[in-house]
C-alpha cells in the first residue's frame, strides 16, 4: 500500500492509499508533453463524487494540487465545508482531501485509529 495524503475531518484522523498496482497501472503521463490524461475539472468532478460529507456538510474546492510520486502523476483535491459550523457537529471542520489518480481511480480514506495505552 502506498500513502499519497492524509487529513483530518471530524476529529478523525485519514491516510489515504492506494495498491502498487493501482498506482503503477495508470498512464504514465510526462508533464513536457501535454496536457495530464485527466484535466483538472475531470480530477474535482471525481472528487466531489467520491466525497461523502456528513449529513448537513457541505463542501466546496479550496485546493487542486498536481504532485508526482516515483515518476507517477495524480491529484489532491482538498474540499472545503462550505458550512464550516454544521448543526450538531460543534466547531470548525478542516477540508477533506481527496487523492484521484491520472485512470480516474480515488485513493481510499483509511481511518487510523490510535493504539489504547
Known sequence: MIPLS????MDRHYLCFVTESN??????WQPDKGEPPIS???ALEIAEKHA????????KPQEIALKSFVGMWFYV???????WRAPGLGGPMAPVSV??????????PVEQVEAKR
Open 52 to 59: 461523502a460529507p456528513a449529513k448537513h456538510v457541505t463542501l
Open 99 to 108: 487523492v484521484v489518480l491520472m485512470d480516474g481511480t480515488v485513493a481510499e
Open 40 to 42: 483538472f475539472r475531470r
Open 6 to 9: 492524509s487529513y483530518s475531518f
Open 23 to 28: 498506482f503503477f497501472r495508470g498512464p504514465l
Open 77 to 83: 483535491v482538498q474540499l472545503e465545508p462550505s458550512n
